[in-house]
């Protein structure tokens, strides 16, 4: 944080005030780009994705819950790794809180991992989270919407956020959205990738607003697993 500049109480509100005519142009601005975001065109979903859940196979439709939206995070849960991305989770702290509320806007929520269904639970019940979460193990859903990618080779460029960039993570985070009409066709409306889902973390909003900001050594370094935050200190990326 840099050194503060201290100034009378009549100095600061004249500073806010102009802070406060960039604030409602962002939030102007935003509202343009979410009002885009809606006029997206819809692709048509072809494949019958069947994914594994605690209460049998599910089909896409199925996760819909009887609403006509559905949000899905792509959760990095990899086959045959015990590593569970705090990047990730760190987002999902945020759901269950907030799908009480969007749920009543038509809105379902489901998050998608590779991992299998085992490991899905027992990562779920460590970290007490209650929305629905199942395995796209057996499916091509999360190579097919840009957050798996193979192997995991030296020097590899992979296909990821609409662009190619270097990088051996076999799964990388992402959220997908989709819409089913009257008829049962289901459509993808939007993904997003990398910094595009902090807009679902409503801890950075929190610490946007403070002084420290969001006080980082290097990209989300002090996040860690909720439960791993007593005692000791974040190491390293969010994601290593």
């Known amino acids: 944080m840099s ?9 600061w509100l004249e500073a806010r005030k102009a802070l406060l005519a960039q604030e409602r142009d962002l ?31 599910k089909h896409l439709g199925d996760l819909f ?3 006509s939206q559905l949000a899905i995070y792509h959760f990095m849960l990899t086959p045959g790794s015990d590593h569970i991305c705090p990047g990730c989770s760190f987002v999902a702290d945020h759901v269950d809180a907030a799908r009480q509320h969007f749920e009543q806007a038509d809105l379902a929520f489901c998050a998608v991992s590779r991992a299998p269904l085992g490991h899905i639970e027992q990562v779920k019940r460590r ?8 395995s796209s193990g057996r499916n091509s859903f999360n190579y097919d919407f840009g957050v798996s990618f193979g192997s995991e080779e030296p020097g590899r460029v992979i296909s990821y956020n609409y662009g190619d960039e270097p990088s051996t993570a076999p799964d990388l985070p992402g959220a997908s959205l989709f819409i089913r009409d ?16 902090e807009t679902l ?30 005692g000791g200190q974040a ?6």
């Open 27 to 57: 939030t102007h601005r935003r509202d343009a780009l979410s009002a885009a975001r809606r006029e997206l065109p819809w692709v048509k979903v072809e494949k019958d994705y069947v994914f594994e859940a605690p209460d049998g196979e």
């Open 182 to 197: 009257a008829a049962g066709e289901i459509f993808h409306t939007y993904s997003t990738y990398a910094r595009g889902l």
């Open 235 to 240: 190491k390293g990326s969010c994601c290593a």
């Open 127 to 134: 970290l007490g989270w209650t929305f629905r979460w199942v």
């Open 201 to 230: 973390v409503g801890a950075f909003n929190w610490l946007d607003l403070a002084p420290k900001g969001r006080n980082e050594q290097g990209t989300m370094s002090w996040v860690k697993l909720h439960d791993q935050y007593e």
């Open 65 to 67: 819950e009887g609403r």
């Open 3 to 11: 050194e503060p500049t201290i100034v009378t109480r009549e100095a």
